[in-house]
C-alpha cells in the first residue's frame, strides 16, 4: 500500500491521467489516494467465487445486484473507495450512477486482503464504512482462509459472524444467504 497522493478531492481523482497500461489499482480514502499492485491469484480467485455466489442468491431472490471491482462508491467529496464486492438493494438502486458507480452508502461492503491493504481493510475503511452507516462490512482473507461480517449496530460494527475453512457464514442483510468459507479458497499449495 503506498500513498500515491495526499489531500484531494473525488473532483481532482477523476482528472487524474494515469499511465497507459498502469497495471496499478487506485482509490481514494479519505483524502489519501492509494495506489496498489493488482492483486494476487489468490485474491482474484476468492473475489471471483464470492461474487458468484452472492450475486447467485441476489438473483435468485431478486434483491438488488452485486458489482465487483472496479466500481467506486462515492462516500464524500474526500472518499470513493473501490471495495472489492458491493451489494446494491433493490429499495437503493437509485444510487447507481453511470458515471461514478455508487454515490452513497449501499447495504455491502466486501474487502479481500491483500499483503498491502491488511491494515487499510481492518482499520481505516472500517472506520470509514461504520462512519457512513453501511449496513454491513465482510473482510476475507485468503492468506488466513477467513471471512468476517460485520453488522452495524449502535453506531459501530458488531461481528455477526467468523469462519474458516470448514465452517459457514451468513448474512444478516442478505437473508438466507449462507457461505461455506472454503468454497471461495483455492488450494493452499496452488501459486499466486
Known amino acids: 500500500m503506498e500513498v500515491y497522493a495526499r489531500n484531494i478531492d473525488v473532483a481532482a481523482f477523476a482528472k487524474m491521467d494515469f499511465p497507459e497500461g498502469d497495471r496499478h489499482i487506485y482509490e481514494l480514502v479519505k483524502g489519501n489516494?492509494?495506489?496498489?499492485?493488482?492483486?494476487?491469484?489468490?485474491?482474484?480467485y476468492?473475489?471471483?467465487?464470492?461474487?458468484?455466489?452472492?450475486?447467485?442468491?441476489?438473483?435468485?431472490?431478486?434483491l438488488g445486484t452485486v458489482f465487483a471491482t472496479t466500481i467506486a462508491?462515492?462516500?464524500?467529496?474526500?472518499?470513493?473507495?473501490?471495495?472489492?464486492?458491493?451489494f446494491l438493494s433493490q429499495e437503493k438502486m437509485d444510487l447507481f450512477d453511470p458515471y461514478w458507480g455508487i454515490k452513497g452508502a449501499p447495504d455491502i461492503m466486501v474487502e479481500i486482503v491483500s499483503p498491502t491493504s491488511y491494515k487499510r481493510d481492518h482499520l481505516l475503511k472500517k472506520e470509514l464504512y461504520?462512519?457512513?452507516?453501511?449496513?454491513?462490512?465482510?473482510?476475507?482473507?485468503?492468506?488466513?482462509?477467513?471471512?468476517?461480517?460485520?453488522?452495524?449496530?449502535?453506531?459501530?460494527?458488531?461481528?455477526?459472524?467468523?469462519?474458516?475453512?470448514?465452517?459457514?457464514?451468513?448474512?444478516?442483510?442478505?437473508?438466507?444467504?449462507?457461505?461455506?468459507?472454503?468454497s471461495i479458497f483455492i488450494d493452499p499449495t496452488a501459486a499466486d
Request: hydrophobic fraction near 35%; avoid cysteine.
Open 130 to 182: 461504520a462512519e457512513h452507516g453501511i449496513p454491513e462490512y465482510w473482510i476475507v482473507d485468503p492468506s488466513y482462509h477467513s471471512v468476517e461480517v460485520f453488522v452495524f449496530q449502535e453506531g459501530r460494527y458488531e461481528r455477526h459472524a467468523f469462519g474458516i475453512d470448514g465452517e459457514t457464514v451468513g448474512s444478516h442483510v442478505l437473508s438466507g444467504f449462507e457461505l461455506e468459507v472454503s
Open 46 to 62: 476468492a473475489q471471483s467465487e464470492l461474487f458468484y455466489k452472492m450475486m447467485h442468491h441476489v438473483s435468485e431472490n431478486n
Open 73 to 86: 462508491v462515492l462516500l464524500t467529496e474526500h472518499s470513493a473507495p473501490q471495495p472489492d464486492l458491493v
Open 33 to 44: 489516494l492509494y495506489q496498489d499492485q493488482a492483486p494476487p491469484g489468490r485474491h482474484q
